[in-house]
């Protein structure tokens, strides 16, 4: 499929999917109500709406949507520099271990009360990404560098995170807190407000800038380290700088909703064999698609069970593991 049509499809989804998740809900609002909450806060009138149905279509769900779109294209875009920069298919955002150290930051906040209450889960858990990544740096610094390196670096950090994450949930917290930890560690927009999408839109765009400056370096890792450099690439900066900047928007991303898989993984193998593998076409692509399907699973976390919210990681594994596997399928019948 050419870019342009599969961008103007991909748009038009979004903006049904944004306006389901503005419309479906345990309390109805009809478009009506939208179009006037929207006219009232955006352009300062003052129609008439039930401030209860403004409230939750301004402060909950809209928000919710928004963070939603910006979850979603993080880490498609992150899954699709990091395929391409370790040549791996199975290579997702959280293979360098920054969900297994968010998640032991989250945890010691919810636990351990760490600070006496001066951290929130969210900035306990952008903290114990950052000591993960600094981890992961470290180790593969240490022990030469390299694209396997990186690998074996990530996994080791991921189960030394997750070791310690149960040692804490398992001696000290009571059961109350256990269910709060799981249900974050699947995935939850349940806290997103405008806050949590001011500060998720700017990372978002400029990570996603990088990225696509960077297109034609990636482009050239497709061919092996040793080409891209024949071809003028400076292998080692361009992959320090990729690095970085999927480290981060990772670690953004789990901070404010947890651990939500397989939108990394699967995004840009579907958006890859839609629109070709120039990863020009393809970044552009898994973030537009990442964005339509993390709304698309927010929307039916809320709507599944009545009167009740699931995780939305139990929503995108749902339908990404079976999405995945026909990819490969499809792969291998392509062969």
């Keep these: 499929m050419a870019l342009g049509p599969f961008l103007l499809l991909s748009a038009v989804a979004l903006v049904l999917a944004t306006a389901g998740a503005i419309l479906l809900g345990e309390i ?16 300062g009138l003052d129609l008439e ?24 294209a993080a880490l498609a875009v992150c899954g699709t520099v990091l395929q391409a920069l370790l040549r791996n298919p199975l290579a997702e955002p959280y293979l360098l271990g920054i969900s297994a150290g968010a998640s032991t930051g989250a945890v010691t906040v919810i636990v351990l009360a760490l600070g006496a209450g001066a951290l929130s889960v969210s900035a306990g858990a952008f903290v114990g990404a950052t000591v993960a990544i600094l981890f992961v740096a470290i180790l593969v610094r240490e022990t030469g560098g390299g694209t396997e390196r990186i690998i074996l670096a990530g996994i ?23 269910q709060g930890i799981l249900f974050w560690l699947l995935g939850s927009l349940g806290s997103i407000r405008w806050p949590d999408a001011w500060l998720s839109f700017p990372i978002m765009v400029i990570g996603l800038a990088i990225c696509l400056y960077r297109s034609r370096a990636l482009d050239a890792f497709a061919f092996g380290e040793d080409a891209a ?23 953004t991303v789990v901070s404010m909703v947890g651990a939500v898989g397989f939108v990394g993984l699967v995004i840009p193998h579907a958006t890859r064999f839609l629109v070709g593998p120039a990863h020009g076409r393809l970044i552009l692509a898994s973030a ?25 990681g139990v929503i995108t594994a749902l339908f990404g593991a079976p999405a ?6 499809q792969s291998r019948r392509g062969r």
Excluded: K
Aim: proline share 3%; charged share 15%; with cysteine.
């Design 28 to 43: 109805a609002v009809t478009p009506r109500d939208v179009t006037r909450t929207l006219a009232n806060r955006i352009l």
């Design 49 to 72: 709406v039930d401030p209860i149905r403004e409230g939750i279509i301004w402060h909950y769900r809209l928000s919710r949507a928004a963070v939603a779109i910006c979850v979603g």
């Design 156 to 178: 080791a950090g991921s189960q030394l995170f997750n070791a310690v994450t149960s040692f804490i949930v398992t001696s000290s917290a009571n059961a109350e807190q256990t």
């Design 229 to 251: 450099a024949s071809l003028g690439v400076d292998v080692a900066r361009v992959r320090l700088e990729l690095f970085a900047v999927t480290a981060f928007l990772t670690a």
């Design 288 to 312: 537009l698609a990442g964005g339509v399907f993390m709304v698309a699973a927010d929307v039916l976390s809320r709507i599944v069970l009545p009167g009740q919210v699931l995780p939305i």
């Design 324 to 329: 995945f596997a026909a990819i490969l399928w």
